[in-house]
């Protein structure tokens, strides 16, 4: 069964202190890995596609990686405005749909 | 551009009532998607549409119905609306071949 996992739950961090968000996948055939940024209230905002193992995205404080297992989120001196739900996706092979299964996501609070 | 809009944005209804939660994009999109997310829990995909007049049920269809007779429209309807269907709703779309999907707000609905 297509399955993601994202650990930790929750994250409280300082601002400017460094850390990384996890996400396991089991999937038959992968058709890509997504990152999404939730704020409060607002939808899915698009972050990262990761399609192959050792693939690497940037984008501002935020980097993304993929393993044949995982994918982690980086985040580098983080800004209170960094704020979010951190939501991991992965799209299975099989198929013509574009079928998205999610992680239950991450929430992160970044502190001044 | 306004992307992906979902309509109402909030919504109380009586168990047994019936609704209509609408959602259109004007990005051209071939695929749109209905997702619900409840605390805690991963998006889960409720229907699916590959392009106008084609349709198929998700993860957790029960209760639900959808109709996509344009590209750009893509209503799910509740039919006799149980305490189990409070939740948020989200509607996504995105390109044949690209897993990256757009969101709309989401619709906030609680039934009672």
């Known amino acids: 069964e297509d399955q993601v996992t994202q650990s930790p739950e929750a994250l409280r961090l300082q601002e400017g202190e460094s850390s990384s968000l996890n996400c396991s996948y089991t999937?038959?055939?992968?058709?890509?890995l997504f990152w999404y940024r939730q704020d409060p209230g607002k939808g899915p905002e698009f972050l990262f596609t990761?399609?192959?193992a050792g693939e690497e995205k940037e984008k501002e404080r935020l980097k993304a990686t993929l393993t044949k297992k995982e994918s982690f989120l980086h985040i580098t001196a983080p800004k209170p405005e960094d704020s979010a739900t951190y939501l991991c996706?992965?799209?299975?092979?099989?198929?013509?749909?574009?079928?998205?299964?999610f992680g239950t996501g991450t929430l992160l609070a970044v502190q001044p | 551009n306004a992307g992906v809009t979902q309509t109402p944005k909030f919504r109380i209804l009586k168990i047994g009532q019936s609704m209509t939660l609408q959602c259109a994009q004007d990005?051209?999109?071939?695929?749109m998607y209905w997702y619900r997310q409840d605390p805690g829990m991963g998006l889960k995909l409720i229907y699916y549409?590959?392009?106008?007049?084609?349709?198929d049920k998700g993860e957790v269809p029960n209760g639900y119905n959808v109709s996509r007779s344009t590209t750009e429209d893509f209503p799910l309807r509740l039919e006799l609306a149980a305490p189990s269907q409070t939740s948020v709703y989200f509607c996504?779309?995105?390109?044949?071949?690209?897993?990256?999907?757009?969101f709309g707000q989401g619709t906030r609905l609680t039934v009672v």
């Open positions: 996504a779309s995105s390109n044949q071949g690209q897993g990256k999907a757009f």
């Open positions: 549409s590959v392009g106008a007049g084609i349709t």
């Open positions: 996706a992965v799209r299975p092979g099989g198929g013509a749909t574009n079928k998205l299964i």
């Open positions: 990761l399609y192959s």
């Open positions: 999937v038959s055939g992968l058709r890509g």
């Open positions: 990005m051209n999109h071939n695929y």
